[in-house]
């Protein structure tokens, strides 16, 4: 099946420093991309639908200037939490959509736990 | 919200048991997709139930879905240990674009 690789995996980071979160798929091209916030034993949030060569279609309540979305290229999408802050800790899972013909599956990566002390 | 819900939250079993877990969503859907999470990690996908279909079967898993109720249920039959895991729902538009997730029903399977 189609891979979603996400780096890293971990980061512990100071507040006010930004943080870059890298989603790759790695044998299929991915036109659009997903960002997702998850907290402990709570469920998957939509943060961010990102296109390739558009920008990013943020849902309501996330602060696009604090979530930079990049999706430069069919295979790279990057969230960059800039000016972290303790409250932005948390798990953070990207998936791409891999749309052929009656194919609408997510594949996802295998997340990103941000700690920001 | 765009977000379902699912039932129960939490739910344990004796290993060979059936596992039934149930989503319910809010706005009209193009399909509906159960995944699998293990903990602290990425999600698996199980199985897609679009919209004009009543039940799909795939191993051990069978899904329905009544567009009329905008709700969805999970069957696990005869589960196993390795079974234990969160499950959720996740409900495409029709606009295809989006992908929205059921809060989730964390199973546990006691071997």
């Known amino acids: 099946g189609a891979v979603v690789s996400q780096h890293p995996s971990w980061v512990i980071c100071k507040s006010g420093t930004s943080v870059k979160i890298e989603c790759r798929s790695l044998?299929?091209?991915?036109?659009?991309m997903f960002w997702y916030r998850q907290f402990p034993k709570q469920s998957l949030m939509l943060m961010a639908t990102?296109?390739?060569?558009?920008?990013?279609?943020?849902e309501q309540g996330v602060e696009k200037d604090k979530f930079l979305i990049n999706h430069a290229s069919l295979t790279l999408s990057t969230l960059t939490v800039t000016s972290a802050h303790p409250e932005d800790s948390s798990f953070y899972i990207c998936?791409?959509?891999?749309?052929?013909?009656?194919?609408?599956?997510?594949?996802f990566g295998s997340g990103t736990q941000l700690s920001v002390l | 919200s765009q977000q379902g819900e699912e039932d129960p939250q939490a739910l344990s079993i004796q290993e060979g048991e059936n596992a039934t877990m149930n989503c319910s969503y809010k706005t009209s859907i193009n399909n509906l997709q159960w995944y699998r999470q293990n903990s602290g990690r990425g999600l698996v996908h199980l199985i897609l139930?679009?919209?004009?279909?009543r039940e799909k079967h795939s191993g051990r898993l069978r899904v329905t879905l009544d567009t009329s109720k905008k709700s969805s249920s999970l069957l696990i039959t005869a589960s196993r240990a390795a079974d234990t895991a969160s499950y959720f729902c996740?409900?495409?538009?029709?606009?295809?674009?989006?992908?929205?997730f059921g809060t989730g029903t964390s199973l546990t399977v006691i071997p």
């Open positions: 998936s791409a959509s891999a749309r052929r013909t009656g194919d609408e599956k997510l594949f």
């Open positions: 044998d299929f091209q991915a036109t659009t």
């Open positions: 990102s296109n390739e060569g558009s920008k990013a279609t943020y």
């Open positions: 996740a409900t495409s538009t029709n606009t295809g674009n989006q992908f929205y």
């Open positions: 139930i679009r919209s004009n279909e």
